[in-house]
């Protein structure tokens, strides 16, 4: 019976993840397949598309662009040193260009939407359940997942594909400078090597990456805001829960994205 | 198809309660009527517009919209029936919740025949403005959020907002004259007697009965 009752406390965090992906693959689907449905588009529903694009991507484009010219700089001198040393310089392009677009900008913008969106949607499903604005919603025979959950999650993937890209060729003009400045090789040559090394699984990763981690991020926040249920003292317990799924979701789908590419 | 429909909707009745108490905490004892197409009942009742949409549950008790339970519809079916219901929501209750915060008040009026298929955008903004009109509300639905909009002007767009659809069935109206213009009361009570001439049921719901003689209304029903 004890060795049973010892058995019961992971079981019961088992079945509540197992029920809780389930729930967050139904809505994801749900959205994915209302996505491609134009009468899913609404009027309402494409000004929140529109919204969580502005917010989402557009507002955050100068931080983006900001942390890819530090981060760009940085790995463009660490690279070019070590590269230098091993003799291997003519690999500079190859590698800086794997690093910034297969794994740098998806995972930053990511990060980014994390900080910038993922909070804000969990709080402003949640503060809506709480306050009973989602009963007022629903009791209108408005679908949730078209009105709610749909322009928030498509709206997170094409701001994610557009900060990663920010991200990407802010960080290849900055490494450019810093490569001119430190390594004497000019712009022309640095891009050429950068250009002459990309291949379909770069985009592939880019684009994939980060648009299926920020669609995930939607469906996530939205299933944690709108899972709340008493007074508004649980709304940042279910922000927190948001943002550590959300960054599961990030780390997941990059080792997917990762041993698919290599493999 | 659409014929099958109507005899359905004019013979089955629109709403019918048995032995509902709405929740554990109701003094009342348990509501049972049945309500027809164009019928008017008074309820000296707590809020129920949620429990009656299939939103909350009722804490005992059947409730059945145009003859079937919400639980025994699928997802398309509630959703397109509840676009046939609107209420009223009481301002004075703390368990209801008359406006979406990070929208419009207009926005929010719109917000249901913005989903609905059969009404064009622009035939929706058309009959909001002539409801509005009717009301009062000379510069339209405020395009203004709830939290600053006057208590006067919201009571009149919550009135708007409950003749919007356009394939109405049932109306309830929770307490609709709390914090009401007097001025603009009998255009209400205008715009709650022509759609029961037009066949739909309406609900009022207060915790203390109206002088509906006064109002020129007559329920068929009084709970």
């Not at chain 1, 993937?157 to 991200?167: C, D, K, N, R």
């Not at chain 2, 429990?51 to 339970?69: D, K, M, P, S």
Request: net charge neutral.
């Amino acid at each position: 019976m004890s060795r049973l009752a010892a058995f019961s406390g992971p079981g019961r965090w088992l079945s509540e993840m197992v029920r809780k992906n389930y729930y967050l693959a139904a809505i994801s689907v749900e959205c994915l397949f209302s996505a491609f449905r134009s009468r899913s588009w609404a009027q309402p529903v494409r000004q929140r598309l529109v919204r969580q694009i502005l917010f989402g991507g557009v507002e955050a484009i100068p931080f983006t662009m900001f942390s890819g010219a530090i981060f760009g700089v940085v790995l463009a001198i660490n690279s070019f040193k070590w590269l230098e040393f091993t003799g291997r310089i003519d690999f500079l392009g190859p590698a800086l260009s794997l690093l910034l677009i297969r794994e740098a900008a998806p995972f930053f913008s990511s990060v980014i939407i994390i900080a910038a969106s993922a909070s804000a949607i969990t709080t402003e499903m949640a503060t809506m359940r709480v306050k009973g604005e989602i009963d007022l919603i629903e009791s209108q025979g408005i679908n949730l997942i078209q009105f709610l959950v749909m322009p928030r999650a498509v709206g997170l993937a094409i701001a994610g594909v557009g900060l990663a890209t920010s991200f990407v060729a802010s960080a290849f003009m900055a490494s450019a400078v810093g490569i001119a400045w430190i390594g004497s090789i000019p712009p022309g040559p640095f891009f050429d090597s950068i250009f002459s090394s990309l291949g379909l699984a770069d985009f592939v990763n880019l684009i994939g990456r980060s648009a299926i981690t920020a669609f995930l991020m939607g469906g996530i926040c939205c299933f944690e805001g709108l899972s709340v249920r008493g007074s508004s003292t649980v709304v940042p317990q279910a922000v927190t829960r948001g943002m550590l799924r959300s960054i599961a979701a990030t780390l997941v789908i990059s080792a997917i994205f990762g041993i698919l590419t290599y493999m | 198809m659409g014929m099958n429909k109507d005899r359905k909707t004019a013979k089955t009745p629109v709403v019918e309660f048995s032995e509902v108490v709405l929740d554990f905490q109701s003094a009342s004892s348990p509501l049972s009527f049945v309500l027809h197409q164009g019928e008017f009942a008074f309820l000296k009742a707590e809020a129920l517009a949620l429990v009656a949409l299939g939103i909350r549950q009722a804490y005992a008790g059947e409730i059945r919209i145009f003859g079937e339970t919400w639980e025994s519809r699928t997802v398309r079916s509630v959703e397109g029936d509840r676009r046939r219901i609107s209420y009223v929501a009481d301002s004075d209750s703390e368990t209801t919740t008359e406006w979406v915060g990070n929208l419009d008040v207009d926005e929010n009026v719109l917000l249901g025949s913005l989903f609905d298929r059969g009404i064009g955008s622009k035939a929706a903004v058309a009959k909001m403005e002539k409801l509005a009109a009717r009301l009062g509300l000379d510069k339209g639905v405020p395009s203004t959020r709830p939290d600053s909009t006057s208590g006067a002007d919201l009571v009149r767009s919550q009135w708007v907002r409950a003749f919007m659809p356009d394939d109405l069935a049932l109306v309830i109206l929770e307490n609709p004259l709390e914090g009401a213009p007097r001025k603009f009361i009998p255009d209400f009570i205008d715009m709650v007697r022509e759609s029961l001439s037009n066949g739909v049921a309406v609900i009022w719901v207060s915790g203390e009965r109206p002088d509906f003689d006064k109002l020129g209304l007559i329920p068929e029903f009084d709970f």
